[in-house]
């Protein structure tokens, strides 16, 4: 298999828009319109010029009929053209653009996605010293020529910075909307006012051949309406933060005509702006508007084909007998999944073939599934190496946040149209070859949820932070029963806290202790005895959030319910007998007039006529208690009564949107970080009574050590003035508030009237660190909770803990990679960290997967720390909003591209 593109002129017409490239189609550009007749007019506003000019290169790859002929043509007179080829590059017979040993071909594309607007070109690596221009078939002449010379631009800036070691960071400016680069620190350090992408520096090319022709000014502006050149000033300014103050409208636009200015000929950019016509610029926005609006409405529908295409290749994969040996296997089913798939540029496999690159992955990434959210970081900051749309070609408001939903369309409609084939299932364990036994040429082997093999030859782990981090009981226990829920195992402590683990017959385990349940229970055995694992206590939840205190509580009366032996007990857990037991109380908790029993708790739904279980999972008949087989119900009513299992357990972050709450629910959140500030967010409105809860944390010695708050918003060192006067009657209270002040205290989570740090959501929350030691259920299908003091109980319909996430729990990357030596991959020896790699470096961690505590521990125990401070200090070199999010789109994406476009995993089209 050969890793390098053959450098020849490539004369044919690709059969698909897919595999898209490492840098993305700039904004709007013409010159001459001879290719083709434009198609029937969209539904958008305006003439048939504005609509053109409107979409420029970014949306116009569909205006006229295929013509691979004519755009093969109009190529070559743009690679023929004086000056529209970067400085030192040349174009030899066969069409073939060259700088040393880096060759780029430029070829015809056949579009055909179902949205509504493509880019006219893409680019991609494939290889180390190779790329390709792709141009659509159905783009005008005019658009093919500005298209041909922003991406060759582009690409040329991406040599030119890998042939100085000088990569810098920085995502597109060029855009509409907010503006969050302006004296942003860069690496190497730049002078100008706004730091530019390669990207960008492919629109300011465009725009520059559109600003040397008197007969293509409206197409000019509509590229300058798309660099954010002329943006108009917004309805409302942004919300602005101390350290983080963001430009919109006219500032904005002049901080990005102050960088542009200087790389065109003088004056041609002032003439253009100062000419604009307000009559033209309004049409222009319209149209961009609605064309926007119109990608976002038919995105829907090409995300759903892909999904169907998924579930197919999953029903394939499930049937066969054996799984077979993968090229590449991507460990995750996220945008930094996504961005691994695009920027590896992998060829579509032959009919019924295994495709040479398939992700694996249970479901979509979490960022990307939070419906209708504000996500911390605007769409700018966002951008997808390998993408054809942006972030920004979705934003419903550029000025704003990017939403999830929108983000999750840029990534949903990448992946499809690159044709990315991710089988439907979760990964437990990633293992290095060593067994002669295993098939010829697999080199790692990956156990599969259902317990099947999958092997690969080369693995990318792109698998997030990792699961929810669970809470854990308090260390000192004693009188104190745990129950796995799925097992019916339970540990039980005696008076002076020893440990018995007993099986769901009762008897004690000596042998054999399932790992699982000695994952949920924090032991394992020694010489026949449980052991408690260290800096561990057992979970107060099982994965799926089900308490696991074996007891269900009658509020009225204070008696519980062990649901396995049903014995009783008090709330101080002195055993109660029966025969003193009210029948009231006793039918409760489950005990019918017969002497029966049934699990209390169980749930109706009057819209399918059965009443569900959340603590077995038991679907019963509402009007009969039959009992009823899930498998045998239809899929949207088991899909109804799965909703209504998972609304009656206790919930992690990122499973709750606005909408999963009811007016008037008992809420409480668990957790002080922004994860928490965002579930706080989802849950308040509707009447609801919140509750936010979060460790407590030492008082800041200074004032100065704790941060100002935004104008006018909340004052976290007024609080901090109230925490050190012990004459203050607020003076506890304050220093509770304090502890909520961490990484989450922002500009976004402070927005007025949406964050949870606005004073219209913080004043009504109460805020507490007393913090639950038991969880159980209630017959009133709520939750009880206990705090520090057993007698300081408490009852809630619904509980999100939000409190991390942790990669070394079962599912998360430093679980899978359990016993794998990793080793830092730098971006030049001795540069900056860019992901993780195996000896034989077959393996690698990308993304946020590869920047926890636990995965890095795997490289050295005694390296973690100081790789850490490498992490936070690439981290600061970021825009306000991802400054400080290791996670964080704007950080992870352009180190996975460049991985890609430099080690050799980029992958030949000619494999």
Same mark, same amino acid.
């Given at each position: 298999?050969?890793?390098?593109?053959?450098?020849?002129?490539?004369?044919?017409?690709?059969?698909?828009?897919? =595999? $898209?490239?490492?840098?993305?189609?700039?904004?709007?550009?013409?010159?001459?319109?001879?290719?083709?007749?434009?198609?029937?007019?969209?539904?958008?506003?305006?003439?048939?010029?504005?609509?053109?000019?409107?979409?420029?290169?970014?949306?116009?790859?569909?205006?006229?009929?295929?013509?691979?002929?004519?755009?093969?043509?109009?190529?070559?007179?743009?690679?023929?053209?004086?000056?529209?080829?970067?400085?030192?590059?040349?174009?030899?017979?066969?069409?073939?653009?060259?700088?040393?040993?880096? &060759?780029?071909?430029?070829?015809?594309?056949?579009?055909?996605?179902?949205?509504?607007?493509?880019?006219?070109?893409?680019?991609?690596?494939?290889?180390?010293?190779?790329?390709?221009?792709?141009?659509?078939?159905? @783009?005008?002449?005019?658009?093919?020529?500005?298209?041909? &010379?922003?991406?060759?631009?582009?690409?040329?800036?991406?040599?030119?910075?890998?042939?100085?070691?000088?990569?810098?960071?920085?995502?597109?400016?060029?855009?509409?909307?907010?503006?969050?680069?302006?004296?942003?620190?860069?690496?190497?350090?730049?002078?100008?006012?706004?730091?530019?992408?390669?990207?960008?520096?492919?629109?300011?090319?465009?725009?520059?051949?559109?600003?040397?022709?008197?007969?293509?000014?409206?197409?000019?502006?509509?590229?300058?309406?798309?660099?954010?050149?002329?943006?108009?000033?917004?309805?409302?300014?942004?919300?602005?933060?101390?350290?983080?103050?963001?430009?919109?409208?006219?500032?904005?636009? *002049?901080?990005? *005509?102050?960088?542009?200015?200087?790389?065109?000929?003088?004056?041609?950019?002032?003439?253009?702006?100062?000419?604009?016509?307000? +009559?033209?610029?309004?049409?222009?926005? &319209?149209?961009?508007? =609605?064309?926007?609006?119109?990608?976002?409405?038919?995105?829907?529908?090409?995300?759903?084909?892909? @999904?169907?295409?998924?579930?197919?290749?999953?029903?394939?994969?499930?049937?066969?007998?054996?799984?077979?040996?993968?090229?590449?296997?991507?460990?995750?089913?996220?945008?930094?999944?996504?961005?691994?798939?695009?920027?590896?540029?992998?060829?579509?496999?032959?009919?019924?073939?295994?495709?040479?690159?398939?992700?694996?992955?249970?479901?979509?990434?979490?960022?990307?599934?939070?419906?209708?959210?504000?996500?911390?970081?605007?769409?700018?900051?966002?951008?997808?190496?390998?993408?054809?749309?942006?972030?920004?070609?979705?934003?419903?408001?550029?000025?704003?946040?990017? #939403?999830?939903?929108?983000?999750?369309?840029?990534?949903?409609?990448? *992946?499809?149209?690159?044709?990315?084939?991710?089988?439907?299932?979760?990964?437990?364990?990633?293992?290095?070859?060593?067994?002669?036994?295993?098939?010829?040429?697999?080199?790692?082997?990956? !156990?599969?949820?259902?317990?099947?093999?999958? #092997?690969?030859?080369?693995?990318?782990?792109?698998?997030?932070?990792?699961?929810?981090?669970?809470?854990?009981?308090?260390?000192?226990?004693?009188?104190?029963?745990?129950?796995?829920?799925?097992?019916?195992?339970?540990?039980?402590?005696?008076?002076?806290?020893?440990?018995?683990?007993?099986?769901?017959?009762?008897?004690?385990?000596?042998?054999?202790?399932?790992?699982?349940?000695?994952?949920?229970?924090?032991?394992?055995?020694?010489?026949?005895?449980?052991?408690?694992?260290?800096?561990?206590?057992?979970?107060?939840?099982?994965?799926?959030?089900?308490?696991?205190?074996? =007891?269900?509580?009658?509020?009225?009366?204070?008696? =519980?319910?062990?649901?396995?032996?049903?014995?009783?007990?008090?709330?101080?857990?002195?055993?109660?007998?029966?025969?003193?037991?009210?029948?009231?109380?006793?039918?409760?908790?489950?005990?019918?007039?017969?002497?029966?029993?049934?699990?209390?708790?169980?749930?109706?739904?009057?819209?399918?006529?059965?009443?569900?279980?959340?603590? !077995?999972?038991?679907?019963?008949?509402?009007?009969?208690?039959?009992?009823?087989?899930?498998?045998?119900?239809?899929?949207?009513?088991?899909?109804?009564?799965? &909703?209504?299992?998972?609304?009656?357990?206790?919930?992690?972050?990122?499973?709750?949107?606005?909408?999963?709450?009811?007016?008037?629910?008992?809420?409480?959140?668990?957790?002080?970080? @922004?994860?928490?500030?965002?579930?706080?967010?989802?849950?308040?409105?509707?009447?609801?009574?919140?509750?936010?809860?979060?460790?407590?944390?030492?008082?800041?010695?200074?004032?100065?050590?704790?941060?100002?708050?935004?104008?006018?918003? $909340?004052?976290?060192?007024?609080?901090?003035?109230?925490?050190?006067?012990?004459?203050?009657?607020?003076?506890?209270?304050?220093?509770?508030?304090?502890?909520?002040?961490?990484?989450?205290?922002?500009?976004?989570?402070?927005?007025?009237?949406?964050?949870?740090?606005?004073?219209?959501?913080?004043?009504?929350?109460?805020?507490?660190?007393?913090?639950? !030691?038991?969880?159980?259920?209630?017959?009133?299908?709520?939750?009880?909770?206990?705090?520090?003091?057993? *007698?300081?109980?408490?009852?809630?319909?619904?509980?999100?803990?939000?409190?991390?996430?942790?990669?070394?729990?079962?599912?998360?990357?430093?679980?899978?990679?359990?016993?794998?030596?990793?080793?830092?991959?730098?971006?030049?020896?001795?540069? +900056?960290?860019?992901?993780? !790699?195996?000896?034989?470096?077959?393996?690698?961690?990308?993304?946020?997967?590869?920047?926890?505590?636990?995965?890095?521990?795997?490289?050295?125990?005694?390296?973690?720390?100081?790789?850490?401070?490498?992490?936070?200090?690439?981290?600061?070199?970021?825009?306000?909003?991802?400054?400080?999010?290791?996670?964080?789109?704007?950080?992870?994406?352009?180190?996975?591209?460049?991985?890609?476009?430099?080690?050799?995993?980029?992958?030949?089209?000619?494999?």
């Amino acid at each position: 298999m050969s890793m390098r593109r053959p450098v020849r002129f490539s004369i044919l017409t690709v059969s698909v828009w897919c =595999c $898209l490239g490492s840098v993305l189609a700039p904004p709007a550009v013409a010159v001459t319109r001879s290719l083709a007749p434009a198609l029937a007019p969209g539904t958008c506003p305006g003439t048939p010029q504005v609509r053109h000019a409107a979409a420029g290169i970014d949306f116009g790859g569909k205006e006229s009929t295929a013509d691979p002929d004519g755009t093969r043509g109009a190529i070559a007179r743009a690679l023929r053209e004086s000056g529209l080829l970067p400085s030192g590059w040349s174009v030899d017979a066969a069409g073939r653009v060259t700088r040393g040993d880096f &060759a780029i071909d430029v070829e015809p594309v056949s579009v055909r996605s179902g949205l509504s607007y493509a880019p006219v070109a893409t680019a991609r690596f494939t290889g180390a010293d190779s790329a390709v221009v792709q141009v659509s078939d159905r @783009a005008r002449a005019d658009f093919v020529r500005l298209a041909v &010379a922003a991406k060759l631009a582009e690409l040329d800036r991406i040599v030119t910075e890998r042939e100085a070691k000088a990569r810098r960071d920085v995502t597109s400016a060029l855009v509409e909307g907010l503006l969050t680069t302006k004296n942003m620190r860069t690496k190497p350090p730049g002078t100008e006012p706004v730091p530019l992408s390669p990207r960008d520096l492919g629109k300011v090319k465009a725009l520059g051949l559109l600003t040397g022709s008197s007969d293509a000014k409206l197409d000019a502006l509509g590229a300058a309406v798309a660099m954010g050149l002329l943006d108009p000033d917004p309805a409302s300014p942004p919300h602005l933060f101390p350290g983080n103050e963001p430009l919109a409208g006219r500032a904005a636009s *002049a901080a990005r *005509a102050d960088t542009v200015r200087g790389l065109l000929p003088t004056g041609s950019l002032d003439g253009l702006l100062d000419g604009a016509s307000q +009559e033209d610029l309004q049409q222009l926005r &319209a149209v961009r508007g =609605c064309q926007r609006d119109t990608l976002r409405d038919s995105a829907t529908g090409v995300i759903a084909a892909r @999904a169907r295409a998924d579930k197919a290749l999953t029903d394939k994969l499930d049937a066969a007998r054996t799984l077979p040996v993968v090229n590449r296997v991507i460990v995750g089913g996220g945008w930094a999944a996504t961005v691994d798939y695009l920027t590896l540029n992998p060829p579509a496999a032959p009919g019924g073939k295994v495709p040479p690159v398939l992700a694996v992955a249970a479901g979509p990434g979490m960022v990307t599934n939070l419906g209708d959210f504000r996500l911390t970081q605007p769409p700018m900051d966002m951008e997808l190496p390998g993408a054809p749309f942006q972030p920004t070609d979705f934003a419903r408001d550029p000025v704003d946040f990017s #939403y999830s939903t929108d983000f999750g369309k840029a990534v949903g409609t990448a *992946a499809a149209l690159a044709g990315m084939p991710t089988y439907r299932t979760a990964i437990t364990k990633v293992e290095q070859r060593g067994d002669a036994k295993w098939p010829d040429g697999a080199a790692y082997r990956l !156990t599969l949820s259902s317990g099947r093999l999958l #092997y690969a030859r080369t693995v990318d782990v792109a698998t997030g932070l990792g699961p929810a981090r669970i809470p854990d009981a308090p260390r000192k226990l004693t009188d104190r029963t745990f129950f796995d829920p799925q097992t019916h195992y339970r540990l039980v402590f005696d008076h002076d806290g020893a440990p018995t683990v007993l099986d769901r017959d009762g008897n004690r385990v000596t042998d054999g202790l399932p790992d699982q349940v000695g994952w949920l229970f924090g032991v394992k055995l020694e010489n026949g005895r449980p052991v408690r694992l260290p800096d561990r206590s057992p979970f107060l939840l099982d994965r799926s959030g089900r308490p696991t205190d074996p =007891c269900v509580v009658d509020p009225q009366s204070g008696v =519980c319910v062990d649901q396995d032996t049903r014995l009783l007990f008090d709330q101080d857990g002195r055993q109660v007998d029966r025969d003193t037991v009210d029948p009231d109380t006793l039918s409760r908790l489950g005990f019918t007039p017969d002497g029966g029993f049934r699990s209390p708790g169980s749930i109706a739904d009057p819209d399918t006529g059965y009443s569900v279980n959340p603590i !077995t999972g038991e679907i019963i008949r509402t009007a009969t208690g039959e009992p009823v087989t899930p498998d045998l119900l239809p899929a949207e009513t088991a899909e109804q009564l799965a &909703a209504l299992i998972r609304r009656h357990r206790v919930n992690y972050g990122g499973d709750n949107t606005s909408a999963s709450y009811d007016p008037g629910d008992r809420v409480l959140v668990v957790g002080g970080g @922004a994860g928490g500030a965002s579930e706080v967010e989802q849950a308040t409105g509707g009447r609801r009574q919140v509750t936010w809860g979060a460790k407590d944390r030492p008082l800041a010695a200074s004032e100065s050590d704790v941060p100002q708050g935004p104008k006018d918003g $909340l004052d976290p060192r007024g609080l901090w003035r109230i925490a050190k006067d012990p004459a203050d009657p607020r003076q506890e209270q304050a220093k509770v508030d304090l502890s909520f002040l961490g990484d989450g205290f922002n500009r976004r989570n402070t927005l007025p009237g949406v964050g949870a740090f606005s004073l219209e959501v913080w004043e009504p929350v109460t805020r507490t660190n007393d913090l639950p !030691t038991r969880i159980r259920y209630t017959v009133l299908d709520q939750f009880q909770t206990t705090g520090t003091d057993p *007698a300081d109980r408490a009852l809630y319909d619904r509980i999100v803990y939000t409190i991390g996430q942790e990669a070394a729990d079962p599912g998360g990357a430093a679980a899978l990679l359990s016993g794998v030596s990793l080793f830092p991959i730098p971006d030049q020896p001795g540069g +900056e960290l860019n992901g993780l !790699t195996d000896a034989d470096r077959g393996l690698r961690v990308l993304g946020a997967a590869g920047v926890t505590r636990s995965v890095l521990a795997l490289t050295s125990p005694d390296g973690v720390d100081s790789l850490l401070a490498q992490i936070r200090e690439q981290g600061r070199a970021l825009p306000p909003d991802a400054r400080g999010i290791t996670p964080s789109i704007r950080y992870h994406a352009r180190r996975i591209a460049e991985l890609n476009r430099t080690t050799g995993a980029v992958m030949s089209r000619q494999m």
